[in-house]
């Protein structure tokens, strides 16, 4: 499978990322295709709702790091959302993201298939960020692959000593059979 996994927080090196590289690792070495976008080093602004993608073949009208990822989406076959817990919910940062995947809502989506991997300070923080990923996958026809939720992230590199990193690494390598 081409993989495209999408990190939404802005700490450079934190626990989302370490959690993305580790699901990357994970599944390249069970076959799959994975890009990483780590949104800490990207520009993406928010949707302007502009719809001059509904008459544009999808393409966005702002031009910022969202056209290559764009790219990337349009080849991949599932989408992989990596976020910390900000406020009970996921980071402005991956709804950006998201919001701006209404440039495909038009033209349609080649992704088939969605997970989130979701890290935060405390337990049981994690219902809007399932509810929306639900929402959103049954909207979109998507299936959800997998859930991974990291709770207990007090800092900055926290999750190199939790054993749900070996959950990412089962997760990512579950994947084989369902390509
Ligand atoms: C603005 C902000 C809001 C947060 N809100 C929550 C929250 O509602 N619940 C929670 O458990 N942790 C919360 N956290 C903690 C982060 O989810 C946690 O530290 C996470 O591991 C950060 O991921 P990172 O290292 O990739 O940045 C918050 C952190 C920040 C900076």
């Known amino acids: 499978m081409n993989i495209l996994v999408i990190t939404g927080s802005p700490r450079k090196g934190g626990n989302t990322e370490i959690m993305a590289d580790v699901f990357a690792q994970a599944a390249r ?35 910022d790091d969202m056209n290559s990822i764009l790219k990337d989406l349009d080849t991949a076959d599932m989408l992989v959302l990596a976020s910390p817990i900000y406020w009970f919910d996921i980071s402005a940062q991956t709804k950006c993201f998201i919001d701006r995947m209404y440039a495909f809502g038009r033209k349609g989506f080649h992704i088939q298939s969605i997970a989130m991997l979701l890290n935060s300070g405390a337990d049981n923080v994690y219902a809007a960020a399932e509810a929306q990923l ?35 690494r089962d997760f990512a390598v579950s994947l084989k059979e369902s390509v």
């Open 29 to 63: 070495t069970a076959g799959h295709t994975v890009i990483i976008k780590n949104l800490s080093q990207l520009k993406v602004a928010p949707c302007i709702a502009c719809q001059y993608c509904f008459t544009h073949d999808g393409e966005c009208v702002q031009k």
């Open 134 to 168: 639900k929402a959103i996958s049954s909207y979109l026809k998507w299936e959800i692959k997998g859930i991974i939720k990291a709770p207990n992230m007090t800092e900055k590199g926290s999750i190199q000593n939790s054993p749900d990193l070996q959950k990412v």
